[in-house]
């Protein structure tokens, strides 16, 4: 958009640290350190603060579902084994001379690089952070000034820090340093020269109507006009109605403002533009008094003769380290919290590091001033400036671009109604297509529903909105579904849960990170005009109708309803579950009477025969295949990421069709595979296809990370079962089963097979030559082929109009 595409952009990386504290090239930095071992794979005692849902990550990932109605694509994405990594990019970066470095997030990535090249130290000339709270006061939730209603007054008021979700825990941390204290009190540490903004100044610098309204009035920029839109979009989502109540402040705005102010005065602390700075002796609280107790809860001294890092048995980090929001240790059900893990603390005398601190924002010396601080009046004519002002954007670079939706063909004959639940996977893609390219007369697809309880981020689902619109499918819903396994939301805080099952996913390469990009091809696919955003509506509970309230998310349980209250009395609906079993369970639970409305239930997932075929490089000892959770042998990835919903699911009177990874381990990914995709005659959906298989077999080869991405697009055997399971020479088995959830992850999401247990039919062999001729001739075929062939066909069409 501001036309710098010069400058270099690095993330994650697949580095992890032993367990002897040896940190390794290119760590991620995609958890804290305390968390940090040889993969990307993890648990979120910090990061469960932040919810994954809208106000949280979903609109965080998508800007509100901004960044696709603005935001054009620049001539760089990601691309797996050829993206910088975080360190890569600040190593070079700092090797070079003499660099600034501003802090708008956790302090992981710098407190890696300080900890495993102290050598590049020196030329770190000054550090600016937002983050922390000195001695800050809240003034969210508060009474108005003289009142004397003390009813209105919330938990929130007059804390030192701002966990909004985690006062109950936690009262005196701030967001960014709390994702990762140990990495903070590094950085803090470090010896270098720091400016940090807290929130005692942020607090002061609240977002106010007189900002907004005359932040409307001047969008003479792109930039302008999108940052407007973000702020209004945050505003018309505010859960009740104290947005302009201090409540959102210009954190990183105000921050970048003080740093740029300190870079072009030398850092001086009496000639910063825009905030008073005072030095101060601070730390950063790391873990909780008594020190040297050694719980569990602290995996740097827990269990060892040599503590991690080799740091001190009865230091600073040797108490207890907070677990996460609910932890029993800290945990206040009636009031605030007990712990301080990543508070900062004033320090007389030895133990602290004397920094900058900005404490007030200064006021406008301009002249006459409705808005009062410097901040404000900067922000709005910089942000206008012709100079350096954005260039490219979706509108801008499409100007006669028209919404278009296509719809499915008219057909008198429609095979059974089918809806498809899955996590997002890459196979679950291909299922997709699979779906959409089976004879119209067979399969009658009416609806995709997506979790994020597995493979993939909320965000994700952009990419199937694409898909059904590159096949002219405009006419499905989609419905975003759950985002914790069943029993993982906390009581305290419900919009925000454990990851005890979804820590099995690695947050890096061949997880996380590839699947939300699609092995980095999301972006060659068609944009569809539908896509996830923020937008709401009164009549599904928002507190406020948004600009374009017809437009928000469907929810899961929404489209399924929606599906059945349509479906005609004789008809019965088919699903394919391909992913945790979340959203079935959840609709059960909420609309049990509509069992009765469903056909047959294919699931994707579990494992019932010891060693038969069923990832043998991965656990030769059992017969699952969790790859980073060794203490569980025998559990298959869908059913352990939700344990409970599965055990649910499989206890129902449903007629149901497991297709476990006995069967799917049948059809990895290979050279024969391949080579048949390849000698087809080519549509685009085949093409795309084959260039993401080519891509993944490609990484495959390479090892770890990438050891077992062959066997994650044997998916799509469940999509070929249901649409023609005679084609690939199906068999299958009856037995009656058992899914375990205890809670125990050792075991939880195994199947048991038990007399006693529920009767279920399974899939127990296929021919994989035949599945592999069927996917092509299905993908090869000219019926039910791409209407819109892929976003560079989309542009120049668009160009022309």
Known sequence: MMDRQDIAVGVGGEGGISDDGIISENVGGYLPIIEQGESTAGGCRYRQAINPGPGGFVDADTNFGLVREYLSHGSRSYVPQKQPTAQEVLLKTLQRGPTTILLLGGHTNLALLLMSHPE?????????LMGGSVNGSNPTGCCPKGSS??????????TKGNLFSAFNSNPDAEFNVFMDPFAAFQVFHSGRPITEIPLDVTNQVPITKLFINDLEKTRETLEANYAFQTFKMIRDTWYGDGFFKNSYFLWDTFASAVAISGMLNGHDINLNKYAVLEYKNVTVVTSDQPYGVQDSSDPFFYNRTTPRFHLQKNGVHSGHVERGIEDPFCFNPNGRGTCKDGAIMEVLGEGGAR??????????????????LQIYEDYLHDLNKWSQRGRFSFKTDFPNYKRVFYQKHDSSIRGKPVVFDMDMSPGDMISLFYLLKAPVELIDLKAVTVTATGWANAAAIDIVYDMLHMMGRDDVDVGLGSYFALNQPFVSYSTNGDCKYQQ???????????????????????????GYTAQNSVEFGAPRNTEH????????NEVLLKVFNRTSSKERVTILASGPLTNIATFLSSYPSFQTKIEELYITGGSIQPGAYSWPKVNPEGRGNLFTIPQNKDAEFNFFLDPEAAHQVLNSSLNIT?????????VPLSETYLEILKKAPKTAELSFVYRLLSRIWKLHKTGDPYKFTNYLVGETLAAAVLVNPHSIKTMFNKTRIQVEATGDISTDGVIRVDPNGTPIRYVSHVDSLAYIQQLTSLLSSPNNTAVVPSYKSQKLKWKKC
Request: aromatic residues 4%; contains cysteine.
């Open 549 to 556: 309230p017809k437009e928000r998310q469907p929810l899961a």
């Open 355 to 372: 920094i900058q601190v900005a404490v007030k924002p200064k006021k406008y010396v301009g002249g006459n001033s409705t808005l009062g």
């Open 149 to 158: 209603d003390t009813s209105c007054s919330s938990l929130s008021c007059g």
């Open 504 to 530: 099995a996913i690695p947050n890096g390469a061949g997880g996380m990170l590839d699947s939300d990009t699609l092995f980095g091809f999301a972006r060659e696919l068609p944009q569809s005009p539908r």
């Open 120 to 128: 590049v130290k020196s030329n770190i000339e000054h550090i600016y």
């Open 658 to 666: 497991l297709i476990p990874i006995d069967a799917t381990g049948q």
